[in-house]
């Protein structure tokens, strides 16, 4: 939650963006990330889920159920399967209010990348919406879809066509931002 947070930041977001630009969501739209968004979440990740399983693994005992696949439940694997395809998919599939307080569904993730405004900054959950909940950026769905469009209000998806700048713009984007905010401050300064 806090790392998806943290990339929809005005110093981070020309990374992230990346992943939002695409009109259509398609399954492989989730493994649309630049390489320095996957690094930080893979960091992160292995920080946290490494204390995780390392404390849980201790007070259980080191023990591997049957019932798992790589060491995750056949349950959570499944779940993730389809989740993370459905969640990038323009198929509208909604939990219902209740349920999507704690669980994230295809449709609250349709909403995080819509380019309507009232949609800006809602659903950062990943699988749990208890986090968008807890820090007010949950948007709940019903059943009867939402009319959606996808991509950024920037609408520049023209700049996003080739692998070079997938990788290149988003340096070259904050590299600008950086140099803006201080031409500001330089100018704020003089005055």
Aim: net charge positive; glycine share 4%; aromatic share 14%.
């Amino acid at each position: 939650y806090w790392t998806h947070r943290a990339f929809h930041s005005r110093w981070l977001w020309e990374f992230h963006k990346v992943h939002h630009v695409a009109p259509v969501l398609v399954p492989l739209t989730a493994s649309r990330v630049h390489v320095v968004e996957k690094l930080a979440d893979s960091l992160l990740t292995l920080v946290l889920l490494g204390a995780y399983s390392g404390t849980f693994w201790y007070l259980c005992g080191v023990e591997i159920s049957r019932y798992t696949l790589f060491g995750v439940t056949y349950l959570v694997f499944i779940f993730n399967c389809l989740a993370a395809n459905l969640r990038h998919t323009h198929i509208w599939l909604s939990f219902g209010p209740r349920l999507e307080h704690l669980l994230n569904s295809p449709a609250q993730h349709q909403i995080h990348h819509s380019d309507a405004p009232h949609h800006f900054h809602k659903n950062f959950g990943t699988n749990l919406s208890i986090w968008d909940w807890m820090f007010g950026t949950l948007y709940t769905t019903t059943h009867t879809p939402e009319p959606l469009s996808f991509g950024t209000a920037e609408r520049d998806a023209h700049r996003y066509q080739s692998l070079y700048s997938l990788i290149v713009l988003p340096f070259i984007d904050t590299a600008r931002k950086a140099l803006h905010s201080i031409e500001g401050r330089s100018l704020r300064r003089r005055a």
